[in-house]
């Protein structure tokens, strides 16, 4: 099929050479002049594993390529829509700006008969308003939502390999044109859900909240077990054997982050309150309160750890990015700790294996370092906020002949207490006795 993805960041960028892995005639659309000449070239403008050579396949397939004209979107069977949704910047909503005027762009463009489909993340309601913004423009394309459940680090194969397909429709011919492209994927007995708009976009938001709220659960009890002296992490494994419950993100820690994460839960608040259900999710409001008060707990710990004020105290941070295997630092829990202290006068070392730029666009007073042992380097605490491997693996007893003094924060509770403490540590992880 010819398609066109509208967006080329993170979502539209997988999506599109995906797309042409898949077997279809792809152009991606962007206004990012930079961006677009990048992915032309087969380079991705952020870190994503198995994005680049993704990439290069398809654009040396001749399926695959870029532009900055939404007029090489015309004749596209069908275009997918792929832009942000960043939180307003004096609200908790969503700004949908991009999606009205990706999706007015289309209208000027799309074939009568094509299918326009939704793949940001909007609040419920949208895509209605959407078909009718398409119509008062004199459009006769027809629409569909069709929600991405991308996982940072796993994009690439969550789109090729989805747990579910979910079609939010309004007409037979946009269940047929989806199961068109997507036929190599419910080949493989892919579950396929089809449902209306609102349903479809609930999809994707009510997921989002529901695995926050289990973050933020496993971190209230680690509130409590560090009140109590309990062990968060023997609490989460038992529990996690219920089958009703679950052990996948159970994982106290520092908490979520990301681009996704917190604003969608914060619009899915916004949008329950110009509904006037805000007391159906009134929960979501001490679901954030409880992510960010982790954050502040990890700079309670190394106080605690310094003995007092941080002032001129030499912390080495180790991770940047909101999760491994990703370069994103959108509201990240470890680049925040590491800001904090900084302002609370620590000398702060920062290092991340693919986080450093981005963080320093965010953050460039913190000093910032190629590798772990650079700010390990005469440390007299060590945070380690990001579960990269090579922070997992670190081997106590090297670290300790690199520090002044031996003390770590394990903010996501993934290192082993008893190695590192028989290494001399002083160790604190978060809800851990």
Known sequence: ????????????????????????????????????EKLASGVAPFFEPGLPELLVESIGSGRLRFSTDIRDAAGAEVHFVAVGTPQLPNSDGADLRFVRGAVDALAGVAAPGSLIVGKSTVPVGTAAELLGRLERLGSQAILAWNPEFLREGFAVADTLTPDRLVYGVADERATELLDEVYARILDT?????????????????????????????????????EATGADVTTLADAIGHDARIGRRFLNAGIGFGGGCLP????????????????????????????????????????VELLGGPVF??????????????????????????AARLHGLGARVRATDPEGIENARLRHPQLEYVDTAQDALEDAEL????????????????????????????????????????????????????
């Open 382 to 433: 060590v945070v380690l906020v990001t579960e990269w491997s090579e922070y997992r693996d670190l081997d106590p007893e090297h670290v300790a002949k690199l520090m002044e003094t031996a003390r770590v924060i394990d903010a996501r509770n993934v290192l082993d207490p008893v190695a590192w403490r028989e290494a001399g540590f002083v160790y604190r992880g978060l809800g851990r006795s």
């Open 263 to 302: 604003k969608d839960i914060r619009a899915f608040t916004a949008r329950a309150e110009e509904l006037g259900r805000a007391e159906s999710v009134a929960f979501l409001r001490q679901v954030d309160a409880i992510n960010l008060r982790r954050r502040e707990r990890a700079v309670e710990l190394a």
């Open 1 to 36: 099929m010819r398609i066109s993805v509208i967006g080329c960041g993170y979502l539209g960028a997988v999506h599109a050479a995906a797309m042409a892995k898949l077997g279809h005639d792809v152009v991606g659309v962007d206004t990012d002049a930079a961006k677009v």
């Open 189 to 225: 007995g892919t579950p396929r859900i089809v449902t209306d708009f609102a349903t479809a976009e609930l999809v994707k938001t009510a997921a989002n909240a529901f695995l926050a709220t289990k973050i933020s659960f496993i971190n209230a009890m680690a509130e409590i077990a």
């Open 312 to 337: 001129e105290r030499r912390i080495a941070v180790l991770g940047l990015t909101f999760k491994p295997d990703s370069d994103d630092t959108r509201d990240s829990p470890a680049l925040d700790v």
